[in-house]
């Protein structure tokens, strides 16, 4: 089955439920169980045990995001940054050395540095375009990889298939945070990738109207991972997993949108005489152009630009005054938004050497002629403004 009729169909059984289209919501916490043979779990026909182990609207989110990733199993997390917490727990413990990528989403460093660091687990970042040389970091207890590509804020590209290579010849097991591509521009796992987490509150959700992670594993990971969401106490809500399965089933026609949309909007960028630079994968002359081309099928609507240094009140003329784009947080609902970041705060393995002020744009659904003249007027306030 292609991707877009797997999102149309998958996790779906109307004929379980009166015919409905879509998964019933399940408000559970008790479970009953029809005999003591089942509560002491000896019947392999009772699946649903306790609402925090899954009800048939977890598992409808799961199986679908599952097809769609090419796994053996997905594990739903409260929210994205859970989904990369639990899966790291599953595969760390005190004593290992962990390779992570420079360019990862920010509130991942953070629990790396203050909560994976005081469990004893050694945290080492590397640059995000090492490829195959990030076997000079490998040590004896390297236990795991964590890469994101592009990378947050900066969308550097990451060479996968030999991270992957190196990974597996030192039997260490590797995860990546796949948000950007929503799973559906790009297959980590038949790259050889043990785990692909995604933040599914961007473009899975797509609607920026709750919070949810997924993890999806291979058939190895997929025990350990699976236990210590149920150690942890990872679940989602009935409510937000049945509008992640509802978001789920437009995505495609979303992200061609968003990939459409923002690269038209990037090219636009590129000619405006306060940006210097464009980080869109998709653009031909990018850094990493060669090997999204490769491994990536396309782009979501996420990308950054450098502009020239401007006073604090020019941007805030700029941004201030926009119709379109707001300033906000997250990012795959169908709205734009528009941001100042400062890669430089994160980075320890190589600085960034974006020389002005970054900025990470989201592009939405709007018509891009709209956009555009919105952030016509944005440069010229801000021109004003200087
Ligand atoms: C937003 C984001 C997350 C975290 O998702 P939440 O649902 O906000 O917790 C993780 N990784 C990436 C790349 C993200 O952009």
Redesign the pocket.
Same mark, same amino acid.
């Given at each position: 089955m292609k991707d877009d009729s797997l999102l149309a169909h998958a996790g779906r059984h109307p004929f379980k439920n009166k015919g409905v289209v879509n998964p019933p919501v399940y408000h559970a916490s008790t479970i009953l169980f029809p005999t003591l043979d089942s509560f002491h779990g000896r019947d392999p026909k009772v699946k649903v045990t306790y609402g925090r182990k899954g009800t048939p609207t977890s598992h409808a989110l799961e199986d679908a995001v599952c097809a769609l990733e090419g796994g053996a199993g997905t594990v739903t997390a409260s929210? #994205?940054? #859970?989904a990369?917490t639990t899966a790291i727990q599953a595969c760390t413990k005190a004593g290992d050395h962990v390779l992570i990528t420079d360019s990862v989403?920010a509130? %991942?460093r953070l629990y790396m540095d203050k909560m994976l660091a005081r469990f004893g687990v050694t945290v080492e970042y590397y640059e995000p375009t090492i490829g195959a040389d990030i076997e000079k970091y490998i040590k004896p207890e390297t236990a795991m990889i964590f890469m994101?590509a592009p990378g947050?804020w900066t969308f550097e590209m990451q060479d996968v298939p030999a991270i992957v290579s190196v990974a597996k010849k030192h039997e260490i097991l590797t995860i990546i945070?796949n %948000?950007?591509s929503a799973g559906y521009f790009f297959k980590p796992l038949s790259l050889g990738v043990d785990i692909s987490v995604q933040?599914a %509150?961007?473009y899975i959700v797509g609607h920026s109207d709750a =919070? =949810? #992670?997924v993890i999806t594993c291979n058939e190895a990971t997929l025990p350990r991972v699976r236990e210590a969401a149920w150690l942890l106490g990872m679940c989602a809500g009935p409510d937000d997993l049945y509008l992640a399965q509802r978001g789920l089933r437009s995505m495609g026609t979303r992200l061609r949108q968003h990939h459409e949309n923002g690269v038209k909007l990037a090219n636009w960028l590129k000619n405006r005489p306060e940006v210097t630079r464009v980080m869109h994968p998709a653009l031909p002359d990018d850094p990493g152009h060669e090997i999204w081309k490769r491994d990536f099928t396309g782009a979501c609507g996420l990308f950054g630009f450098v502009m020239n240094e401007v006073p604090e009140k020019a941007l805030a003329a700029m941004l201030e005054g926009l119709h379109f784009f707001g300033m906000g947080y997250?990012?795959g609902g169908f709205e734009s938004l528009l941001i100042p970041v400062n890669p430089n705060s994160v980075r320890t393995a190589a600085k960034w050497d974006g020389e002005g002020q970054t900025m990470r744009m989201h592009v939405g659904l709007e018509d891009v002629e709209d956009l555009i003249l919105d952030l016509e007027a944005g440069f010229e306030r801000l021109k004003q403004a200087l």
């Open positions: 929210s #994205g940054l #859970g990369v989403y509130p %991942t994101e947050s945070d %948000t950007w933040a %509150t961007k =919070m =949810m #992670g997250s990012w």
